[in-house]
């Protein structure tokens, strides 16, 4: 199986930084697209940054200049930094995967479990 582990998330006060590893672990043969999505409490799960394999990232106009997606494909990782960080930020940071197990199957989306940002004075 195909598991995304999310770590980094925590405590900061506004205009703080965290940065946030996903690493994606088990039968894997290609990453595709990886990104990052957020929840805050009571609200929809929503974009946050995406990176496909050779393509264009794309960021939410509300990070666009604070936030910084890269990988690491040789450890099938995934980051993001966050600076300046705005108390509109707190969410729960979801790790989002296109991932082929082999050669010939297409991309499955994955899923990790999240990690919680809070920002607070």
């Known amino acids: 199986q195909v598991q995304l582990v999310e770590s980094g998330g925590g405590l900061v006060q506004p205009g703080g930084s965290l940065r946030l590893s996903c690493a994606a672990s088990?039968?894997?043969?290609?990453?595709?697209?990886m990104g990052w999505y957020r929840q805050a409490s009571g609200n929809q799960r929503e974009l946050v940054a995406t990176?496909?394999?050779?393509?264009?990232?794309t960021y939410a106009d509300s990070v666009k200049g604070r936030f910084t997606i890269s990988r690491d494909n040789a450890k099938n990782t995934v980051y993001l930094q966050m600076n300046n960080l705005k108390p509109e930020d707190a969410a729960v940071y979801y790790c989002?995967?296109?991932?082929?197990?082999?050669?010939?199957?297409?991309?499955?989306?994955?899923w990790g479990q999240g990690t919680q940002v809070t920002v607070s004075s």
């Open positions: 989002n995967a296109d991932i082929s197990i082999t050669r010939y199957i297409l991309p499955r989306n994955y």
């Open positions: 990176m496909p394999s050779g393509g264009t990232i």
């Open positions: 088990g039968t894997i043969f290609s990453i595709n697209a």
